[in-house]
């Protein structure tokens, strides 16, 4: 018999997805956007999304 790990971070995905989200809070600003509200993107900036969906919509710079 072969021993389990229930630490592993595939075996409690909310629990590490708690963690990322605590340490996204100490480190960075939470904001929240209203519906059709323009959400700044640049390169490098990520967004964490705990609620609700997005919808990305670009153009092409040819």
């Known amino acids: 018999m072969q021993p389990t790990s229930t630490s592993a971070p595939t075996s409690r995905p909310f629990l590490t997805w708690q963690l990322i989200i605590d340490w996204a809070e100490e480190h960075y600003r939470s904001r929240a956007f209203s519906k059709d509200e323009r959400i700044p ?10 609620k609700g969906s997005i919808r990305l919509v670009g153009n092409a710079h040819i």
């Open 41 to 50: 993107a640049r390169p490098g900036l990520l967004y964490l999304v705990q």
